[in-house]
């Protein structure tokens, strides 16, 4: 786990970017976009979405779902408990704003059917299904592993 803001912020970077990048096409197949997404347009987006998403995470949802995560009844001397209840509430709370993002670029593309909370309810769940599995068994592993095998060797070269 990040120790200081700076492996913070390189985690927060690898978490949002493995998610992104997951999630981004999980949903261009669910919309069948793949075909019709010309390069730049695809690039355009998936920066744009990275962008968005690593401002909410770095500054509303990391902040709020750690705190939310140590309050929760467990035992804190488990490291793997503290890793489950952050990345749950990690994922509840991010699953939750960027599907307000991907419902937003759905009206604003190709418009939608049905109302909007029913549309924001099935993305949510369609997100959910995904992100949560991907978060506890790819990215986050990934993320720690790189964290603690290449990041925190190398701050405490440049501190000696």
């Known amino acids: 786990m990040p120790s200081n803001k700076k492996e913070e912020m390189i985690f927060g970077f690898m978490m949002v970017f493995g998610m992104v990048s997951i999630m981004f096409a999980y949903n261009l197949t669910l919309?069948?976009?793949?075909?019709?997404?010309?390069?730049?347009?695809?690039?355009?987006?998936?920066?744009?979405?990275?962008i968005v998403a690593f401002i909410i995470e770095a500054f509303v949802v990391g902040t709020i779902a750690r705190k939310i995560a140590f309050k929760l009844p467990y035992n804190k001397s488990k490291k793997i408990y503290n890793i489950l209840a952050i990345s749950?509430?990690?994922?509840?709370?991010?699953?939750?704003?960027?599907?307000?993002?991907?419902?937003?670029?759905?009206?604003?593309?190709?418009?939608?059917?049905?109302?909007?909370?029913?549309?924001?309810?099935?993305?949510?769940?369609?997100n959910f299904v995904v992100a949560y599995p991907a978060q506890l068994l790819i990215v986050g592993p990934v993320a720690r592993y790189i964290?603690?095998?290449?990041?925190?060797?190398?701050?405490?070269a440049v501190q000696l």
Do not use: D, H
């Open 88 to 126: 749950t509430c990690m994922v509840v709370g991010m699953v939750s704003v960027m599907s307000v993002y991907g419902l937003i670029s759905k009206i604003v593309t190709s418009g939608i059917e049905g109302t909007l909370l029913s549309n924001y309810a099935n993305l949510l769940l369609l």
């Open 31 to 50: 919309e069948g976009l793949w075909r019709e997404m010309t390069f730049l347009k695809g690039f355009s987006l998936y920066v744009l979405t990275f």
């Open 147 to 156: 964290l603690t095998n290449f990041v925190k060797p190398s701050n405490q």
